[in-house]
């Protein structure tokens, strides 16, 4: 294969294009595309009309091949040809046709989009050493032509996932789709109830944007075809509609699995029919039947961005946790009502089904009984929408579609679009008797209200049934004047006349907004946004809440957001403040929130949260077990936890944990114990089952962190450095100024790059100019530290007058013009492209004074590394210099004391006894100030073990002063360098000793 794609790649050959055509027709044919000769998939010279013949057909694609692809006029006509033949082939088969245009070294993919052809992709095979597996992926994507493919993870994110050809192609086509009918009634309304309900849920987490609603659209789109897939449906015979409207499931009475929702618009416009068709034909390449339900969760993760699960606080459990908590927590699965209130893409929901149905088994309970009581027992609800049509899926996958047999009842899969944290709660849908829900203004602006019977819903199956069947009438062509009858409804139905007329009422209303043109998918408005509120009325509290909820930091929370989030968490004693208030985290309101709405008395909880809820100061609150509130009061009775940090590969980006308890008496509270399990091992790559991964765990009770320690005296005095960000607009790299110079006292400067920028400020243009050079001054950043010694400094425009910064009205900065220049740019910069409104240039520079607070500067101070897999530490003399935020620093009298505190904190040992109390942090690199939570004593020179201890760190400091270090090298590099030779040290084993006689 190989010198066939050199072949191929290779522009400066002499070649014919019929050469090159008969080339990628072999390649065509030998590669993994499911194409054989006898199939005729492969037609070279096509005939496509007028006299013209397209050079390679292959199913939906055609394929124009050129000698050498020129920018320019020539590239334009090759687009031009190619257009003609998409267009050409789209309207004789009414499919959505892929045109792709290549000289076998560029390949460029291009769809048809309004009117236009436009590039969707493109991809360059190297003529040296061509990487033929990259080529297939991406022709692959293009052509769709596979089959049976089977749906590992890597397959899955390599074929389906955002950075693939399919879904650039999908995402493009659904995007000019959505461009083009965005004013019709119908989608137009659809869009405003998924922004409504979105917007009850995420408050301004959400933002109500075009391209996001498309997103959701393919995503969901994709979700229900698949659910058809696994369940060994022949998604290619089905129409479009009855594929996004679920009507398959809906014959099959198995509601809840595929909704007419938001997103059903794609079958209502013009053009979405080959839209679904083509995504359906992407799709179904896979054997779905072959899927482990672990598979839901990669595809989710592959096709949402991984900023957009942060920003969500998404991180997901592996298999054999959720299946142990399940075993550990769900001990009566027959008799207790599970809700996994952040469920995700149904992780524990799998379990607990499966745990339901064996239980069902062992106790002889018949099948259609069983599945009728499952989906009264086991719940989730989560406010993604994709992750709710995924885990609906895999709920499906766990009762398995062999026992989903004509010998049952009509089942509802109970997973629900919905906001558990309730920020905005929304008890005004229910009253005393009946749930309601406003469908907007009508014509003549009054606003119509559908209601119903509040009783209806401790019967989900049946209440779905209900609405769904409303909907369906209401949308049938009038025989009359009037709306339909019902009698025929409320006899299937057994609908009491008590309840008829209020039925009636909604349906006369849902045939009016049908008449009106806006839709009927109300039922899945209310069922979705009713549920949770539902789950929350005393009477239908849950026995167990398991689940892994958000981790959402409170930086990473919008404003508004963060304001709500803050007085939630101050009205329940939550919120700790301070220096700790960018540390909350979401996680421990959510549990408290869900615990205090959804569990009945006495039931269990246990959830999986970030290790600092264990021991850090921000978790104080959520450890109590008391969350006070005016309307209820909620009372923990903690019983346990797992601490989970000493896992490797760790199982969640930071340090995790699992807290248990349950819903307690007020006279019963009990705080979280001092005592924890502590899990240590190593994980195998492919351990799923709890059964494959518990012999690689040993698992021990210890003493958490924090409990009976006494800090040391230098805490108060420990200070974190300046936050100097975004580096674009203050670190800088100076020249001479040209044959001609400045003159005195000014330099010649220009914004320090790095590869490690993010956007938007890597993709800006670096600032430069000429500033005076006393405003230049010298920066120690986290990669200057090394243990015993301090690299060469970096350089900062920073606008400091003696320990104040001249950016405020009244200060002096324009007597500077070259300081004053650079920092109204600066300035410029910031306010056109930071994140948040919420701080200035200059406040953010300044944050929590850490710049302005190191002056005037002490002779000495001692700085060590804010995170790392150790800590470094090393004595700074320079007053002049400035501590950036990736170090710590603390004043120090005398050298002496300096090489006292030197010689602990860089020892092993001391990084071992930090550990456990440093917060997040997978492999608990967060040192921050937690290093002085243990009794180090303050430098005593009158004290033998201190003077030994300072006298080892000069004899280590000057090991350290006299090592030849390679200008340039990594900084980690370095450090280990360093251990590595300070491990041989005389002195080493000296130092572990005494410290951990000190500390221990």
């Given at each position: 294969?190989?010198?066939?794609?050199?072949?191929?790649?290779?522009?400066?050959?002499?070649?014919?294009?019929?050469?090159?055509?008969?080339?990628?027709?072999?390649?065509?044919?030998?590669?993994?595309?499911?194409?054989?000769?006898?199939?005729?998939?492969?037609?070279?010279?096509?005939?496509?009309?007028?006299?013209?013949?397209?050079?390679?057909?292959?199913?939906?694609?055609?394929?124009?091949?050129?000698?050498?692809?020129?920018?320019?006029?020539?590239?334009?006509?090759?687009?031009?040809?190619?257009?003609?033949?998409?267009?050409?082939r789209?309207?004789?088969?009414?499919?959505?046709?892929?045109?792709?245009?290549?000289?076998g070294?560029?390949?460029?993919?291009?769809?048809?989009?309004?009117?236009?052809?436009t590039?969707?992709?493109?991809?360059?095979?190297?003529?040296?050493?061509?990487?033929?597996?990259?080529?297939?992926?991406?022709?692959?994507?293009?052509?769709?032509?596979?089959?049976?493919?089977?749906?590992?993870?890597?397959?899955?994110?390599?074929?389906?996932?955002?950075?693939?050809?399919?879904?650039?192609?999908?995402?493009?086509?659904?995007?000019?789709?959505?461009?083009?009918?965005?004013q019709?009634?119908t989608?137009?309304?659809?869009?405003?109830l998924?922004?409504?309900?979105?917007?009850?849920?995420?408050?301004?987490?959400?933002?109500?944007?075009?391209?996001?609603?498309?997103?959701?659209?393919?995503?969901?789109?994709?979700?229900?075809?698949?659910?058809?897939?696994?369940?060994?449906?022949?998604?290619?015979?089905?129409?479009?509609?009855?594929?996004?409207t679920?009507?398959?499931?809906?014959?099959?009475?198995?509601?809840?699995?595929?909704?007419?929702?938001?997103?059903?618009?794609?079958?209502?416009?013009?053009?979405?029919?080959?839209?679904?068709?083509?995504?359906?034909?992407?799709?179904?390449r896979?054997?779905?039947?072959?899927?482990?339900?672990?598979?839901?969760?990669?595809?989710?993760?592959?096709?949402?961005?991984?900023?957009?699960?942060?920003?969500?606080?998404?991180?997901?459990?592996?298999?054999?946790?959720?299946?142990?908590?399940?075993?550990?927590v769900?001990?009566?699965?027959?008799?207790?009502?599970?809700?996994?209130?952040?469920?995700?893409?149904?992780?524990f929901?799998?379990?607990?089904?499966?745990?339901?149905?064996?239980?069902?088994e062992?106790?002889?309970?018949?099948?259609?009984?069983?599945?009728?009581?499952?989906?009264?027992?086991?719940?989730?609800?989560?406010?993604?929408?994709?992750?709710?049509?995924?885990?609906?899926?895999?709920?499906?996958?766990?009762?398995?579609?062999?026992?989903?047999?004509?010998?049952?009842?009509?089942?509802?899969?109970?997973?629900?679009?919905?906001?558990?944290?309730?920020?905005?709660?929304?008890?005004?849908?229910?009253?005393?008797?009946?749930?309601?829900?406003?469908?907007?203004?009508?014509?003549?602006?009054?606003?119509?209200?559908?209601?119903?019977?509040?009783?209806?819903?401790?019967?989900?199956?049946?209440f779905?049934?209900?609405?769904?069947?409303?909907?369906?009438?209401?949308?049938?062509?009038?025989e009359?004047?009037?709306?339909?009858?019902?009698?025929?409804?409320?006899?299937?139905?057994?609908?009491?006349?008590?309840?008829?007329?209020m039925?009636?009422?909604?349906?006369?209303?849902?045939?009016?907004?049908?008449?009106e043109?806006?839709?009927?998918?109300?039922?899945?408005?209310?069922?979705?946004?009713?549920?949770?509120?539902?789950?929350?009325?005393?009477?239908?509290?849950?026995?167990?809440?398991?689940?892994?909820p958000?981790?959402?930091?409170?930086?990473?929370?919008?404003?508004?957001?963060?304001?709500?989030?803050?007085?939630?968490?101050?009205?329940?004693?939550?919120?700790?403040?301070?220096?700790?208030?960018?540390?909350?985290?979401?996680?421990?309101?959510?549990?408290?929130?869900?615990?205090?709405q959804?569990?009945?008395?006495?039931?269990a909880?246990?959830?999986?949260?970030?290790?600092?809820?264990?021991?850090?100061k921000?978790?104080?609150?959520?450890?109590?077990?008391?969350?006070?509130?005016?309307?209820?009061?909620?009372?923990?009775?903690?019983?346990?936890?797992?601490?989970?940090?000493?896992?490797?590969?760790?199982?969640?980006?930071?340090?995790?944990?699992?807290?248990?308890?349950?819903?307690?008496?007020?006279?019963?509270?009990?705080?979280?114990?001092?005592?924890?399990?502590?899990?240590?091992?190593?994980?195998?790559?492919?351990?799923?089952?709890?059964?494959?991964?518990?012999p690689?765990?040993?698992?021990?009770?210890?003493?958490?962190?924090?409990?009976?320690?006494?800090?040391?005296?230098?805490?108060?005095?420990?200070?974190?450095?300046?936050?100097?960000?975004?580096?674009?607009?203050?670190?800088?790299?100076?020249?001479?100024?040209?044959?001609?110079?400045?003159?005195?006292?000014?330099?010649s400067?220009?914004?320090?790059?790095?590869?490690?920028?993010?956007?938007?400020?890597?993709?800006?243009?670096?600032?430069?100019?000429?500033?005076?050079?006393?405003?230049?001054?010298?920066?120690?950043?986290?990669?200057?530290?090394?243990?015993?010694?301090?690299?060469?400094?970096?350089?900062?425009?920073?606008p400091?007058?003696?320990?104040?910064?001249?950016?405020?009205?009244?200060?002096?900065?324009?007597?500077?013009?070259?300081?004053?220049?650079?920092?109204?740019?600066?300035?410029?910069?910031?306010?056109?492209?930071?994140?948040?409104?919420?701080?200035?240039l200059?406040?953010?520079?300044?944050?929590?004074?850490?710049?302005?607070?190191?002056?005037?500067?002490?002779?000495?101070?001692?700085?060590?590394?804010?995170?790392?897999?150790?800590?470094?530490?090393?004595?700074?003399?320079?007053?002049?210099?400035?501590?950036?935020?990736?170090?710590?620093?603390?004043?120090?009298?005398?050298?002496?004391?300096?090489?006292?505190?030197?010689?602990?904190?860089?020892?092993?040992?001391?990084?071992?006894?930090a550990?456990?109390?440093?917060?997040?942090g997978?492999?608990?690199?967060?040192?921050?100030?937690?290093?002085?939570?243990?009794?180090?004593?303050?430098?005593?020179?009158?004290?033998?073990?201190?003077?030994?201890?300072?006298?080892?760190?000069?004899?280590?400091?000057?090991?350290?002063?006299?090592?030849?270090?390679?200008?340039?090298?990594?900084?980690?590099?370095?450090?280990?360098?360093?251990?590595?030779?300070?491990?041989?040290?005389?002195?080493?084993?000296?130092?572990?000793?005494?410290?951990?006689?000190?500390?221990?």
């Amino acid at each position: 294969m190989q010198p066939l794609l050199a072949r191929i790649a290779d522009r400066r050959a002499a070649r014919s294009e019929a050469t090159l055509q008969a080339d990628i027709r072999q390649l065509l044919l030998a590669g993994d595309f499911g194409l054989v000769d006898s199939h005729l998939d492969v037609d070279l010279e096509a005939p496509a009309g007028g006299g013209r013949r397209i050079d390679i057909e292959v199913g939906y694609t055609v394929i124009e091949v050129k000698r050498r692809l020129q920018s320019g006029r020539p590239l334009q006509e090759a687009e031009r040809q190619l257009d003609g033949y998409v267009r050409s082939r789209s309207q004789e088969s009414s499919q959505r046709y892929v045109g792709i245009l290549t000289d076998g070294a560029t390949w460029r993919a291009y769809q048809l989009t309004a009117d236009s052809l436009t590039l969707i992709d493109s991809h360059t095979l190297a003529a040296t050493r061509p990487d033929g597996l990259a080529l297939f992926y991406w022709l692959e994507g293009v052509l769709a032509t596979s089959q049976r493919v089977r749906p590992a993870p890597a397959e899955i994110a390599r074929r389906l996932g955002a950075a693939s050809t399919s879904h650039k192609l999908d995402r493009a086509a659904l995007a000019a789709l959505y461009e083009e009918h965005a004013q019709v009634p119908t989608v137009k309304l659809k869009r405003q109830l998924w922004a409504g309900l979105l917007d009850s849920a995420l408050g301004t987490q959400f933002v109500d944007d075009p391209d996001l609603f498309v997103e959701h659209t393919l995503l969901m789109n994709s979700a229900h075809i698949i659910a058809h897939l696994v369940v060994g449906i022949d998604a290619m015979d089905l129409q479009p509609q009855d594929l996004i409207t679920g009507q398959r499931f809906d014959q099959a009475r198995i509601l809840g699995v595929v909704e007419h929702d938001f997103f059903g618009w794609t079958t209502e416009v013009p053009g979405g029919r080959e839209f679904v068709q083509a995504l359906t034909r992407r799709l179904a390449r896979f054997d779905w039947l072959r899927a482990d339900h672990d598979i839901l969760k990669v595809l989710y993760e592959s096709m949402i961005g991984a900023e957009t699960r942060k920003r969500m606080g998404e991180y997901y459990t592996p298999d054999w946790l959720a299946e142990h908590l399940v075993d550990t927590v769900v001990t009566d699965p027959l008799r207790q009502r599970v809700l996994d209130p952040a469920c995700g893409s149904g992780t524990f929901l799998f379990h607990a089904v499966r745990r339901y149905l064996a239980a069902a088994e062992a106790a002889a309970v018949p099948l259609d009984a069983a599945l009728t009581q499952l989906t009264k027992h086991v719940v989730g609800v989560d406010l993604h929408p994709v992750a709710v049509a995924l885990a609906r899926v895999t709920y499906l996958l766990a009762i398995g579609h062999e026992r989903l047999t004509d010998q049952r009842d009509a089942i509802t899969i109970p997973v629900y679009l919905g906001d558990s944290m309730q920020w905005r709660e929304r008890r005004d849908l229910f009253s005393e008797e009946h749930v309601r829900i406003s469908a907007g203004y009508n014509a003549s602006e009054v606003e119509e209200w559908l209601r119903f019977p509040k009783e209806l819903l401790n019967e989900p199956s049946r209440f779905d049934q209900i609405v769904a069947g409303l909907a369906s009438i209401a949308a049938k062509p009038k025989e009359g004047n009037g709306p339909p009858s019902l009698t025929a409804f409320f006899h299937r139905m057994k609908i009491g006349p008590d309840d008829q007329p209020m039925i009636l009422s909604t349906f006369e209303a849902m045939c009016r907004l049908h008449d009106e043109g806006r839709d009927h998918i109300w039922s899945y408005y209310l069922r979705n946004l009713a549920r949770p509120v539902w789950l929350a009325i005393d009477d239908n509290r849950v026995d167990v809440l398991i689940g892994n909820p958000p981790w959402l930091s409170y930086r990473h929370m919008p404003v508004g957001m963060q304001a709500m989030f803050k007085r939630l968490s101050q009205d329940r004693g939550l919120w700790r403040g301070g220096q700790f208030a960018t540390q909350q985290d979401l996680s421990g309101l959510f549990v408290a929130r869900a615990i205090q709405q959804y569990l009945c008395d006495g039931g269990a909880f246990a959830f999986v949260l970030p290790n600092a809820a264990l021991d850090g100061k921000h978790y104080e609150g959520f450890r109590s077990g008391w969350y006070r509130d005016e309307i209820e009061s909620t009372t923990v009775a903690f019983t346990g936890s797992w601490d989970l940090r000493r896992l490797r590969p760790h199982p969640f980006p930071r340090g995790a944990a699992v807290v248990f308890g349950s819903k307690a008496a007020t006279h019963s509270r009990r705080s979280l114990p001092s005592i924890t399990e502590r899990w240590t091992g190593r994980l195998g790559v492919d351990t799923r089952s709890w059964k494959q991964t518990a012999p690689s765990i040993s698992r021990e009770h210890v003493p958490l962190g924090r409990e009976s320690l006494a800090e040391s005296p230098y805490k108060p005095n420990v200070r974190n450095g300046a936050t100097i960000f975004p580096r674009i607009l203050f670190f800088v790299e100076t020249d001479s100024g040209g044959r001609l110079g400045l003159g005195a006292g000014r330099r010649s400067v220009r914004s320090t790059r790095s590869n490690l920028e993010k956007a938007p400020w890597k993709d800006l243009p670096a600032l430069e100019g000429v500033v005076e050079a006393e405003f230049i001054r010298r920066v120690l950043l986290g990669e200057s530290l090394v243990p015993y010694r301090i690299l060469p400094a970096k350089e900062a425009v920073l606008p400091l007058d003696g320990d104040a910064l001249m950016t405020g009205p009244g200060s002096r900065l324009d007597y500077y013009f070259g300081l004053a220049e650079w920092w109204r740019r600066a300035e410029a910069t910031w306010e056109a492209h930071r994140s948040s409104a919420r701080l200035t240039l200059a406040e953010r520079l300044n944050f929590h004074r850490g710049l302005t607070a190191q002056f005037p500067a002490p002779p000495l101070r001692l700085a060590y590394s804010a995170s790392g897999m150790h800590v470094a530490a090393a004595i700074v003399d320079d007053p002049a210099a400035i501590i950036e935020h990736k170090l710590y620093w603390v004043p120090i009298t005398n050298w002496e004391e300096g090489l006292f505190l030197s010689a602990i904190l860089n020892s092993t040992v001391l990084t071992e006894f930090a550990r456990p109390m440093m917060s997040y942090g997978k492999d608990e690199r967060d040192i921050d100030k937690y290093v002085w939570d243990l009794p180090i004593p303050r430098y005593d020179d009158t004290n033998p073990t201190h003077q030994r201890l300072a006298e080892f760190g000069r004899e280590q400091h000057q090991t350290v002063a006299g090592l030849n270090l390679v200008e340039g090298m990594n900084f980690v590099t370095l450090r280990r360098r360093i251990r590595a030779e300070l491990a041989q040290h005389p002195t080493t084993s000296k130092i572990e000793a005494i410290v951990t006689e000190m500390l221990g």
